[in-house]
C-alpha cells in the first residue's frame, strides 16, 4: 500500500492541484471507492445533459466522460511503463485533440459510466498492490520527472476535478 504523498520533483506544479484533490485517504482505497463513486455519480446524470456545455468552447458532458476514460487509460499506460522498468521518456497528449477524436458525443452517458468503470477496475488491480518502493520509481512524461506515486494521486484527482466541475457548471 502507498502512503506516501508525492514529493517535491517528482510533479510539476499544475499537477499538484488533482494531487490535493485526494485528500489523506490512501491513494489506492480512493481509486477503489471512485469505481462506484464515479459510476453511481456518472449514471445520475440525465441523457438529455449529454450534450450540455456550461459556455462556449467548453467540452459536453459526454465529452468530458470520455475525456476520463482516455486519461486513465494514459495515465494507466505511464505507471505501467515506469514500474516494468521504462527508461524512455513518454510523450505528452493534447486533450483538446484527443477529445475531438473520441466520438465521446455519439455515445449514451450509460455506455460511457460503463467504460470508465470497466478501465478503472482494470486499472484498480494493476495498482492495488503497488509497494512504497514502486510509488517512489521514477520516469519521465511530457519531459517531466514523474513518480508511480504521483501518477497514481493524478489519476485519482483528476476525476475528482472533473466530478467537481460537472456538479458545479453541468448539472
Known amino acids: 500500500m502507498i502512503t506516501t504523498r508525492p514529493q517535491p520533483g517528482e510533479y510539476v ?32 446524470i440525465p441523457e438529455e445533459k449529454g450534450d450540455y456545455a456550461y459556455a462556449p468552447g467548453k467540452w459536453t458532458v459526454r465529452e468530458v466522460l470520455g475525456h476520463i476514460i482516455d486519461t486513465e487509460r494514459i495515465f494507466a499506460y505511464r505507471l505501467l511503463a515506469f514500474i516494468r522498468g521504462e527508461q524512455q521518456g513518454l510523450p505528452g497528449f ?27 477496475t482494470a486499472n484498480y488491480y494493476l495498482v492495488r498492490n503497488l509497494t512504497e518502493e514502486q510509488g517512489a520509481i521514477k520516469g519521465t512524461s511530457s519531459g ?28
Request: no cysteine; hydrophobic share 40%.
Open 13 to 44: 506544479d499544475y499537477q499538484l492541484n488533482y494531487i490535493k484533490q485526494v485528500g489523506d485517504a490512501p491513494v489506492q482505497q480512493v481509486l477503489l471507492e471512485l469505481i462506484y463513486k464515479g459510476y453511481s455519480f456518472y449514471t445520475s
Open 94 to 120: 493534447n486533450q483538446d485533440d484527443y477529445v475531438k477524436q473520441s466520438d465521446a458525443t455519439a455515445r449514451s452517458i450509460q455506455d460511457l459510466a460503463e467504460e470508465l468503470k470497466a478501465v478503472r
Open 144 to 171: 517531466n520527472p514523474i513518480a508511480v506515486r504521483t501518477i497514481l494521486y493524478i489519476m485519482a484527482g483528476h476525476e475528482l476535478h472533473h466530478m467537481q466541475i460537472l456538479k458545479e457548471r453541468y448539472l
